[in-house]
């Protein structure tokens, strides 16, 4: 069977945000238009939790210009200016058939239905191949360049920025999925959607509204009631603790034949034989009236406020169907935020084994500092001993010479002496020569070995600090980082 695509209503509308002096562009060319009537049978779009996984989109600084922007009214009034228009035509992409309008501004939009009778709505401005609002049956998403700006309730309400960040996956994955269904439409074969059908579908689409409202009322009204009922048992009960538990005891007055045959109170006369007061001894035989006590009448409980029955609503296949949806939405955030959670532990644990590196680096640097200044020490200590064994050598060619100059033997003996410390002084300066020729080398080894163990030290720092950037995250990636 045959019937005419789309759509409930369009909650959302294209915005408009070309100048005012630009002239009306020209519509893309796409493919000639069939005159067919659209089929809507089973072509569903699938939800944002079906569609293919996509890179999430970046959330754009809380101090960016188009946040302040209000998406929402300027959807709203491009809405008014798409009216109750049939689209342009339909085509198909994969199993779903998505509508398309195109106003002569050269903005454009697309609608896609979904599962359980939902809609979910793509707008474009004059030669963008990315959205800048795309909305479905929950949420509504701005963006501006490619990155997520603001996320509305479906009432039009703005979120913070924590739940914003939080849809960042479903953000991603719409601008995916609208940039396919661009690349499609300029391919497709159209599909004419008739004038009249359209009409009697907007017809449908609105009394599903009103019944869905009226729906909506009467569980309102049921909540409500049962609102009611709840105040006014607690106001009975705190009511029934003020007066101790049960209403106050009723006291009865006695009747005027109780209290004794006093006549007419109103004829006084006969008190004017108490006119002798002196006589005082009359007294004692006076009865007083009796008195009867004040009957007092127990109290009678007061019995419970009946609750009228509260009759079980029937279940509607749709508030079924919008109540499993919203399970599923539960448990995608749950499913984010675990995602989130896993991702701020990895990043958590990169670091630590950066971290790890670099100290483990700096300890292999230290250790080489090390190395190199022991090799320098014992190189310093080298040159000390072979000084010391010089200089000894000097003062025993010292000592003999002395020892040749005072001996007493012949001139021949004296020369041949003299020629012999005078050998061992030679034999002394080369050595003391050599000997500072080694220290002198010992100590440019020495700096040496300490200029390159400053200089590993410092290509050692400079590497971990270009690890700790590149570690860092973007701020436009972090909510709330532009305020700080």
Excluded: H
């Excluded at 359980?116 to 795309?134: I, K, L, M, T």
């Excluded at 035989?285 to 009678?300: E, G, I, K, N, S």
């Excluded at 200029?451 to 590497?463: I, L, N, V």
């Amino acid at each position: 069977m045959l019937r005419p695509v789309l759509l409930l209503s369009a909650a959302l509308s294209a915005l408009t945000l070309a100048a005012c002096n630009q002239q009306p562009a020209q519509k893309a060319d796409v493919p000639k238009t069939e005159g067919v009537v659209v089929a809507e049978a089973d072509d569903v779009a699938p939800t944002v939790e079906d569609l293919p996984a996509a890179a999430p989109a970046a959330l754009a600084p809380a101090a960016a210009p188009a946040v302040k922007r209000d998406y929402w009214s300027d959807v709203q009034q491009v809405d008014r200016d798409y009216g109750d228009d049939a689209p342009d035509y339909a085509y198909d992409y994969g199993d779903a058939e998505p509508a398309y309008w195109e106003e002569e501004d050269g903005s454009y939009r697309y609608l896609e239905r979904l599962q359980g009778g939902g809609e979910r709505w793509y707008y474009y401005r004059q030669g963008d191949d990315s959205p800048y609002f795309v909305r479905d049956p929950d949420y509504g998403y701005a963006y501006d360049g490619g990155q997520l700006v603001v996320l509305y309730d479906s009432g039009g309400r703005r979120l913070d920025r924590d739940a914003a960040y939080g849809r960042r996956d479903y953000a991603g994955r719409y601008l995916a999925r609208a940039r396919d269904l661009r690349r499609a439409q300029t391919q497709a074969k159209r599909k004419q959607v008739a004038a009249a059908d359209w009409r009697r579908r907007e017809q449908q689409a609105e009394a599903a509204r009103r019944e869905a409202q009226a729906r909506q009322d009467r569980i309102d009204d049921r909540r409500d009631d049962r609102r009611d009922d709840r105040r006014d048992d607690r106001r009975d009960r705190i009511e029934d603790r003020q007066n101790g538990g049960a209403p106050p005891p009723v006291i009865v007055p006695p009747r005027p034949d109780d209290r004794g045959d006093r006549g007419d109170r109103g004829d006084r006369g006969d008190r004017g034989d108490r006119g002798d007061r002196g006589d005082r001894g009359g007294r004692g035989d006076r009865t007083p009236p009796a008195v009867t006590p004040p009957v007092v009448t127990p109290p009678t409980p007061r019995p419970p406020t009946p609750k009228p029955p509260v009759a079980k609503p029937a279940v509607d296949p749709r508030v079924a169907a919008e109540a499993r949806n919203a399970e599923a939405r539960k448990a995608a955030e749950a499913r984010n935020a675990a995602t989130r959670q896993a991702a701020v532990a990895k990043q958590a644990e990169a670091k630590a084994q950066r971290e790890a590196a670099a100290a483990a680096q700096g300890k292999q640097a230290a250790e080489a500092r090390n190395l190199e200044a022991r090799k320098a020490a014992e190189a310093r200590n080298a040159a000390t001993r072979q000084a010391a064994v010089a200089k000894q050598a000097e003062a025993k060619a010292q000592r003999d010479a002395a020892a040749a100059a005072q001996s007493k033997q012949t001139a021949e003996a004296r020369n041949a002496e003299a020629r012999k410390a005078a050998e061992a002084r030679n034999a002394a300066t080369r050595q003391a020569a050599v000997a500072k020729q080694a220290e002198a080398k010992a100590q440019r080894d020495a700096a040496q070995a300490e200029a390159r163990a400053k200089a590993a030290e410092q290509k050692a720092a400079a590497g971990k600090a270009a690890r700790d950037q590149k570690a860092v995250p973007k701020t436009e990636d972090r909510p709330g980082a532009a305020q700080q």
